[in-house]
């Protein structure tokens, strides 16, 4: 890979993991409309991999540091009771939801992404992607209508609902923030909350990644020329990643009544527009 290649890997992991638009589904779909002649699955790919993971990682615990640093004192009873006892419930939320993914992914990761790994396949999901969010703004007008609710107010069958939507990113394609945004919607969330919750949900499971990723590394330590092209790669991934959530969050709470729309045309003409290429171009 070089230097210009991982540059821009970077800048689409930074963006496209928080943007509800597949960060998976542009690695697959990118490389192959570009041809470039590296494979995602081999071992020397892993520390690129890994620190790009970091690098958004560390974007979100920036960003989030508020939260994360709100909620623990909350949970050690700083603020009082009734803070303590909202503290632990979102905790608790933030757990069940991640469930789901951890469950489903132990037993058909691997299977899912095998079936579904190609290029077209991404490019074929990236536009239900697209699909998923349209139709999830159409829906949510009904839930709101009901009720409109905060984090603490969700239950934990409103986390498992969320975390069986986080399930969606084991296709590649499908994103994990756009799927548990719009499973956050049609619970009652606002944009600006369904995506905090995402978000949220995020850091445990960027960190779990790159831990699992991290670990294949004893088995095929890098060399210098490859540390040097992973950490380049973390920095830009970690500062595009940051300036993505900043950005996201003061759009989702300018545009809660139409915010998916946008993303959801872009993945629907990049899906079908890759999936034709990729077919009869490729």
């Known amino acids: 890979m070089s230097y210009m290649q991982a540059f821009i890997m970077a800048l689409l992991q930074g963006a ?4 509800p638009v597949s960060s998976l589904g542009h690695a697959v779909i990118l490389p192959a409309l570009l041809h470039w002649n590296y494979d995602l699955h081999d071992v020397s790919f892993l520390p690129f991999l890994v620190m790009l993971h970091l690098g958004t990682s560390v974007a979100l615990l920036v960003f989030f540091f508020r939260d994360w640093r709100a909620l623990f004192l909350g949970a050690v009873g700083r603020d009082g009771q009734r803070i303590q006892l909202e503290s632990l419930h979102i905790f608790w939320l933030l757990i069940v939801a991640t469930i789901p993914a951890v469950v489903v992914g132990g037993l058909f990761e691997h299977l899912l992404r095998s079936f579904f790994g190609s290029a077209s396949s991404a490019a074929v999901f990236l536009f239900l992607n697209g699909l998923l969010l349209l139709l999830t703004e159409r829906l949510r007008s009904s839930v709101v209508a009901r009720e409109v609710r905060c984090i ?41 909350a369904a995506a905090r919750f995402s978000f949220l949900m995020a850091q445990p499971v960027i960190i779990a990644a790159t ?18 092209l992973a950490m380049a790669a973390a920095v830009v991934a970690g500062v595009t990643a940051l300036a993505s959530t900043a950005f996201l969050m003061r759009y989702f709470r300018s545009h809660d009544r139409w915010a998916m729309t ?20 490729g």
């Open 262 to 281: 946008p993303f959801a045309l872009y993945c629907m003409v990049l899906g079908g527009v890759a999936f034709l290429a990729l077919r009869f171009m």
């Open 16 to 19: 496209t993991e928080l943007f």
């Open 211 to 228: 831990v699992r990723e991290g670990f294949k590394l004893w088995h095929a330590p890098p060399d210098a020329g490859q540390i040097h």
């Open 152 to 192: 603490a107010g969700l239950t934990s069958r409103d986390a498992v609902v969320i975390g069986l939507f986080q399930c969606l990113a084991f296709f590649p394609g499908l994103s994990r923030s756009g799927a548990t945004i719009c499973g956050g919607l049609l619970r009652g969330l606002h944009h600006d």
